[in-house]
């Protein structure tokens, strides 16, 4: 059974960083592409970033620069560095892993303060 768990989020500063973690189980992953997606309250989730298993990246216009995704096939693991963050980048965060339907998990918090 795919589980993905995400951790790393929290409240920090406009400008600051954070590094999102997320923990992939019940298979291997290292040939599937992954990625990262956010909700912000009242609205639609959106894409941000994708990494496929051969490591070619992805990003949103809206982090591009600013955010990179990486992962860890090793260990099943990808991450989401985010610097520079904004107000507007407050979210939930939730990575998942596209197989033939697409597994998500259970996100995590980033708020950032003005």
């Known amino acids: 059974q795919v589980q993905l768990v995400e951790s790393g989020g929290g409240l920090v500063q406009a400008g600051g960083s954070l590094n999102l973690t997320c923990a992939a189980s019940?298979?291997?992953?290292?040939?599937?592409?992954m990625g990262w997606h956010r909700q912000a309250p009242g609205k639609q989730r959106e894409w941000v970033a994708t990494?496929?298993?051969?490591?070619?990246?992805r990003h949103a216009d809206s982090v591009k620069g600013r955010f990179t995704i990486s992962r860890d096939n090793a260990k099943n693991t990808m991450y989401l560095q985010m610097d520079s963050l904004k107000p507007e980048d407050t979210a939930i965060y939730y990575c998942?892993?596209?197989?033939?339907?697409?597994?998500w998990g259970q996100g995590t918090q980033v708020t950032v303060s003005s």
């Open positions: 019940g298979s291997s992953f290292s040939s599937k592409a």
């Open positions: 990494i496929s298993g051969g490591g070619a990246k």
């Open positions: 998942a892993v596209y197989l033939s339907k697409t597994y």
